[in-house]
T-cell receptor
């Protein structure tokens, strides 16, 4: 089984930078996903990390450290529309390619 | 950009009734999935489907659930006799020709069981 831990809620100011952390414990690791989910809508794919390091995609970056069981999603130049839930999902190696989702971090961006 | 679509967006049903939720995956994708999300809780995997058969299912996916690909475009989830606790958002997802590829989610069907 897997244990995925994210903060429940974070707040930040428009224009600022925020880092959302995710820690996980798995018996084997085969990739970590970040999804954005606005209230009442579907999760939208943001990033995928399988090797250590930073993946940058526009205002969003995702970092992975496999040895520490740790990832973060970095959001720069925050906009009001970034207010959403951010879901960390981890895939275990060994047969299943189905990711297990964390409970998500609700990010509130205020002016 | 291609999208996963789902119908209906909202379904209200009486306990004990059968419901069918419909999905049209992205056209060149080969792997299909159903997830559910009870209000305020995390996204939970139900079932994956490939080559016209179930490839994996969770313990939530019991005998009350079934999936089907009735034609070349639709992918359906049937709940045979709904229970109050089946009330949730149901998301369909698809991924391309490799199972390890990223899954793309549809907009969801909100199922309310009364």
């Amino acid at each position: 089984g897997q244990n995925i831990d994210q903060p429940t809620e974070m707040t930040a100011t428009e224009g600022a930078i925020v880092q959302i952390n995710c820690t996980y414990q798995t018996s084997g690791f085969n990739g970590l996903f970040w999804y954005q989910q606005h209230a009442g809508e579907a999760p939208t794919f943001l990033s995928y990390n399988v090797l250590d390091g930073l993946e940058e995609k526009g205002r969003f970056s995702s970092f992975l450290s496999r040895s520490k069981g740790y990832s973060y999603l970095l959001l720069k130049e925050l906009q009001m529309k970034d207010s959403a839930s951010y879901l960390c999902a981890v895939r275990e190696e060994g047969g299943s390619y189905i990711p297990t989702f964390g409970r998500g971090t609700s990010l509130i961006v205020h002016p | 950009e291609p999208e996963v679509t789902q119908t209906p967006s909202h379904q209200v049903t009486q306990m004990g009734q059968e419901v069918i939720l419909r999905c049209v995956p992205i056209s060149n994708h080969l792997y299909f999935y159903w997830y559910r999300q009870i209000l305020g809780q995390k996204v939970e995997f139900l079932v994956s489907f490939y080559n016209n058969e179930i490839s994996e299912k969770s313990e939530i996916f019991d005998d009350q659930f079934s999936v089907e690909r009735p034609d070349g475009s639709n992918f359906t989830l049937k709940i045979r006799s709904t229970k109050l606790e089946d009330s949730a958002m149901y998301f369909c997802a698809s991924s391309s020709d490799r199972i390890e590829d990223t899954q793309y989610f549809g907009p969801g069907t909100r199922l309310t069981v009364l």
